[in-house]
């Protein structure tokens, strides 16, 4: 027998699965007005999806499904075995940021608000930031990007993972959207291509299915199965719905770990800040309330060590690495002024005009570190008969844009559109024709943007003078040469503009 929870709107259960850049954990968020009641018949029941993953670009699914007027009638299963989701835990904004935080772009941000999510961001701690200083250890690149440059108000807004966990299922509170959520794991799936007669009955429905060809049948670890018109794989890097239906994958390991963490400062830090080391780029991304998050790309070895430092040690390593360690700071004339930019600075943006500043202080160590394993992964198909998979089953990107969870975001918002397109003229929302609508229009922007930071990541893989030098006058020509950057804002806005002249 399935071990399923219907849960009926309004509610606040919140579910998660396995870190990534869309999976990272999540809590339960009770609300005085949630039912739960454990359904003990649930063996055969059919859905219109099920959603194999319930971390944060499952939720977006699951949200955007819920608002939009084609799709929320749609009956929906949510399978996690995250313990997550049957805790009662809530957010309290007196506690240290978790160190599990995304950098949403404002076209993350737009989806969101477009769905009704985002005011329960705002509700909760959240950093806008409006600039981000780009340097590197030889003192030779510099670049500054801000907001008004291209005439908006903030370039992104760091939050936790839980706030936006939280958020995309508080959206749902006053729908009459109706989801099943099946505490279990997936272990195998099959689309039937028999014809034999099968009945199963809808949580909002009872219908006759003569017509097996019409399902995917899912079963779970606990025993229990279900039938759906379409499985959604949104179960992270690791994706045993992507396995299941035969999807290859194409990528590589880096000979990089990352490690993440939350520092205070004792002043609010309101920029973004990446400098590129010999080993990889460390970032300080402002979290609100004088707090910032760490990511600090090294080697295997690297990480290991300074993931077993004393604390004290551990600041001095990250002040070091983002002042004087490795190299000077740039000086912000070296290329721009009597050199060979410098006819293009009457027409440059007023960063190009700022000189380089240090970043705040760290003074405090405020969470645990966490280590992980960098990888660039992509599936060859996103989608098949009755299947498709969203964000990190489908691409896996090296963490150093924190453009991952914004990928899976723009994976999920795009699929339920075209979910919503298929009922709109009555086709079956399994299809494999109307699926590949989505693939078609997520693939290309997905591939793009894994070149792009897989590029980063190999030109800064390197040291050597000549290769220096050329970077130096990459980082400079996207100083100063104003169309330039403005498209390198547009593109990494999510805007969907290549990083060339506009």
Excluded at 253 to 280: D, K, M
Excluded at 304 to 317: G, L, Q, V
Excluded at 335 to 359: C, H, N, Q
Aim: charged share 20%.
């Amino acid at each position: 027998m399935g071990n399923a929870y219907a849960l009926r709107i309004p509610r606040k259960a919140f579910s998660s699965q396995a870190p990534g850049n869309d999976a990272s954990l999540v809590p339960n968020y009770p609300s005085h007005e949630h039912e739960v009641k454990q359904s003990l018949k649930n063996d055969g029941q059919l859905y219109d999806v099920a959603i194999v993953g319930g971390g944060m670009v499952g939720m977006a699914l699951a949200c955007s499904l819920a608002r939009m007027p084609l799709t929320k009638q749609l009956n929906v299963a949510i399978i996690d075995s995250n313990p997550a989701l049957q805790n009662k835990l809530i957010i309290k904004k007196e506690d240290p940021p978790d160190p599990r935080v995304s950098t949403v772009t404002p076209a993350t941000i737009s989806l969101f608000k477009d769905v009704g999510a985002w005011e329960y961001v705002l509700q909760n701690r959240h950093a806008f930031f409006d600039k981000m200083q780009v340097w590197d250890y030889t003192g030779l690149g510099y670049t500054r990007y801000e907001a008004r440059d291209i005439n908006k108000e903030a370039l992104g807004c760091v939050v936790e993972n839980k706030v936006l966990h939280y958020a995309l299922l508080s959206c749902m509170q006053n729908t009459e959207f109706q989801k099943t959520i099946y505490s279990s794991r997936l272990t195998s799936m099959a689309v039937h291509c028999s014809s034999s007669s099968t009945r199963a009955n809808s949580t909002s429905s009872t219908t006759t299915l003569h017509n097996q060809g019409n399902l995917a049948k899912l079963d779970l670890s606990d025993g229990g199965s279900l039938y759906a018109k379409l499985v959604v794989g949104s179960d992270g890097g690791k994706s045993r719905v992507r396995e299941l239906a035969g999807f290859k994958t194409t990528g590589w390991s880096y000979p990089q770990n990352a490690i993440i963490c939350t520092v205070e400062h004792t002043v609010e830090n309101q920029c973004a800040w990446q400098r590129f080391l010999p080993a990889g780029p460390i970032a300080l991304l402002p979290i609100g309330d004088k707090f910032s998050n760490i990511v600090w790309t090294m080697s295997p070895k690297e990480a290991s060590d300074c993931n077993s430092m004393k604390e004290d040690d551990f600041i001095k390593a990250v002040n070091h690495a983002l002042d004087y360690g490795y190299g000077p700071h740039p000086k912000s004339s070296l290329l721009g002024s009597g050199g060979i930019f410098s006819w293009l600075r009457a027409d440059a943006t007023s960063s190009a005009k700022e000189s380089f500043e240090v970043p705040p202080k760290v003074v405090k160590l405020a969470s645990a570190r966490m280590l992980f394993p960098l990888s660039l992964r992509h599936a060859n198909d996103y989608a098949s008969k009755r299947v498709a998979i969203i964000g990190d089953a489908a691409h896996t990107v090296h963490p150093l844009a924190g453009q991952g969870v914004n990928l899976g975001f723009e994976d999920a918002f795009a699929l339920s559109k075209v979910i919503a397109e298929g009922i709109a003229v009555g086709t079956d929302i399994g299809e494999v024709s109307l699926l590949k609508k989505y693939e078609a229009e997520r693939k290309p922007a997905n591939i793009m943007m894994m070149a792009v930071l897989d590029g980063f990541q190999k030109a800064y893989s390197v040291d050597f003078g000549p290769l220096n030098i050329l970077r130096a006058a990459a980082f400079n020509g996207a100083h100063y040469i104003s169309p330039l950057k403005r498209s390198i804002i547009s593109y990494a806005s999510g805007e969907q503009k290549l990083p060339l002249f506009s």
